[in-house]
């Protein structure tokens, strides 16, 4: 099950880290634990970190940053868009932002 005062997990392109700073800032401010991989990210490997974020019941939702260099990104494209669908598929109280 959801946590519904969880984390909110940030799916962004780095080239685009200035604009995602802001809305990290803001979620923050209004009490909102937000996961970003730059502040967060722990060693193990990339994926599979990510994957444990998004699959985790104490992640509430993830915040899709759409931009014209999502498409660019293996990453979101293969693990973060597809898991986050996975996850909200299974109709927990998990939810996807797209932005």
Not at 33 to 42: A, G, I, Q, S
């Amino acid at each position: 099950m959801t946590d519904p005062t969880g984390r909110s997990f940030l799916s962004y392109r780095r080239s685009r880290s200035d604009e995602c700073e802001r809305l990290v800032v803001s979620q923050r401010e209004r009490g909102i634990p937000t996961w970003r991989d730059v502040d967060d990210m722990n060693s193990e490997p990339t994926e599979s970190e990510l994957r444990r974020i998004i699959r985790d019941g104490s992640t509430a939702n993830v915040v899709l940053w759409i931009t014209p260099e999502t498409a660019g990104s293996p990453m979101i494209r293969n693990v973060e868009g597809p898991v986050a669908l996975e996850r909200h598929g299974r109709n927990d109280g998990f939810f996807i932002v797209p932005v």
